[in-house]
């Protein structure tokens, strides 16, 4: 059997990604505490029970949490000292708890494929310095209320991690942390899309943190204290390479790519297997997209008023439903990725991770359904297209504006190629517009138009 794609974690450096702005990405070494037992509920997902050759180890890992030190010294609560990589905006990887999975015993492949997953944990603090309104004032005023400044003396406080409010989501979802209502349903969708025979980051468990450091949380912010329950995410992540970074810098995507990768031969078959893993997406939406009864036709027929009896239903593994409600949103050159902002790059595919908005997705009637399978269909030729794009930039360190173009036709050529000789779809470009022809397993035949300059390519 070959031997495992390993899975990178940036251990002993420092590296910076994106501009100047909110969606900036860090990978820093941080310590934080790990506390045992802790008093908070937890609940596990189903892929710990369907490997028990895992089951040890990943119980482990759910029967503890990390701590931010700033909480770990308020509230008196005893941890062993852990060294972790912070990324993003509130993750943090363990270098040391590792597993290696087979991915044909998962159904997540034909013949085995060996890759090698770290544990990381979403919900642990966000740098003061990238908060959108905490300052290292409010971290002073709170070591001063707590009687801790003997332990954060000579710390800089702009590299504090805390937790805070989300005003870009109308203060819904917590900064730095993440929500039990989220993480369950992550964990559901997480376990669907994975039996599918996605490739996903897989969740292990939820840990909600105890009360009094709820409560500590919401210290921070008077206006508008944090309300939801906030809690960790631990999930198998099989690299840091997220596909994001490709589109915010390609020069410094370039140098984390060949960190990673640094073998050209292996990096021509990690494309190959890039596109089919995206070919697979388009068939599952063809294969799976369908005419379902209506539950809530079933009620009574008071509460029944108005509901079709029918509803057109498909796998939507996406953060879209903003795109659905607003059209124009898909269509914005400048506006993030949709599909491939939540996709993890490693040595064997891409994986799905963050999937708290995944769903079936469902619809009325026939046009309605022709609408939001067009936008899904125009987001997957974007996403990928500009993914294979971006990804051929970063390894062939291919940023000049002049060749942008040309890279991106080739990418979307590539996508286009593969998707007809898989079966179900068929495309045909035209100077001005791409025709997507779908052969739905229970649907029949469909075909959609979709513009070019909506494919947010530069020429």
């Given at each position: 059997m070959n031997k495992p794609s390993k899975a990178t974690v940036l251990q002993g450096m420092t590296l910076r990604l994106g501009r100047s702005s909110h969606?900036?990405?860090?990978f820093d070494r941080t310590q934080v505490f790990n506390i045992n037992n802790s008093a908070g509920s937890s609940n596990n997902s189903g892929f710990i029970s369907q490997n028990p050759r895992l089951q040890p180890g990943l119980a482990a890992e759910c029967n503890s949490y990390i701590l931010l030190p700033l909480f770990a010294k308020a509230s008196g609560i005893e941890g062993e000292p852990i060294d972790g990589i912070y990324s993003g905006k509130r993750s943090l990887s363990l270098p040391e708890s590792k597993a290696v999975l087979n991915l044909k015993e998962l159904g997540w492949a034909s013949r085995d494929a060996l890759q090698e997953f770290f544990v990381d944990v979403k919900g642990t603090g966000i740098k003061v310095k990238q908060s959108s309104h905490i300052y290292a004032d409010d971290v002073a005023e709170f070591i001063k209320k707590h009687k801790i400044g003997k332990a954060f003396a000579k710390r800089d406080l702009e590299e504090q991690l805390v937790f805070s409010r989300?005003?870009?989501?109308?203060?819904?979802?917590?900064?730095?942390?993440?929500?039990?209502?989220?993480?369950?349903?992550?964990?559901?969708?997480s376990d669907y899309f994975a039996s599918q025979g996605f490739k996903i980051a897989p969740i292990i468990c939820v840990r909600n943190y105890p009360d009094e450091i709820q409560q500590l949380a919401k210290e921070f912010d008077k206006e508008h204290p944090l309300e939801k329950v906030l809690c960790q995410e631990k999930r198998l992540m099989p690299s840091m390479l997220r596909a994001?970074?490709?589109?915010?810098?390609?020069?410094?995507?370039?140098?984390?790519?060949r960190l990673i990768y640094p073998d050209k031969k292996r990096l021509s078959e990690l494309t190959e297997q890039m596109l089919d893993d995206m070919i697979f997406y388009f068939e599952h939406n063809a294969a799976?997209?369908?005419?379902v009864p209506n539950e809530k036709s079933k009620e009574k027929r008071k509460a029944s008023q108005g509901q079709p009896a029918m509803l057109y239903q498909w796998d939507c593994i996406a953060d879209l439903w903003r795109v659905f409600d607003e059209p124009e949103i898909m269509h914005n050159k400048d506006y993030g990725w949709f599909i491939s902002k939540d996709l993890v790059i490693a040595g064997t595919g891409m994986y799905f991770v963050d999937l708290e908005v995944s769903e079936k997705a469902s619809c009325p009637g026939k046009d309605k359904f022709r609408q939001q399978q067009r936008l899904y269909l125009t987001a997957m030729l974007k996403d990928f297209s500009k993914l294979l794009s971006?990804?051929?930039?970063?390894?062939?360190?291919?940023?000049?504006?002049?060749?942008?173009?040309?890279?991106?036709?080739?990418?979307m050529g590539r996508l286009v190629d593969k998707v007809n000789n898989a079966g179900r779809n068929k495309i045909e470009m035209t100077?001005?517009?791409?025709?997507v022809q779908?052969?739905?397993?229970?649907?029949?035949?469909?075909?959609?138009h979709i513009a070019k300059e909506h494919l947010a390519m530069q020429g």
């Open positions: 969606n900036i990405n860090y989300n005003e870009y989501l109308s203060f819904e979802s917590p900064e730095g942390c993440q929500s039990q209502d989220s993480s369950l349903i992550s964990i559901a969708a994001t970074h490709l589109e915010q810098n390609p020069e410094k995507a370039a140098e984390l790519v799976t997209a369908s005419l971006s990804y051929s930039r970063a390894v062939g360190d291919k940023h000049e504006p002049s060749r942008i173009s040309m890279i991106e036709k080739e990418a100077p001005s517009q791409v025709m779908v052969s739905y397993d229970n649907l029949g035949k469909e075909t959609y």
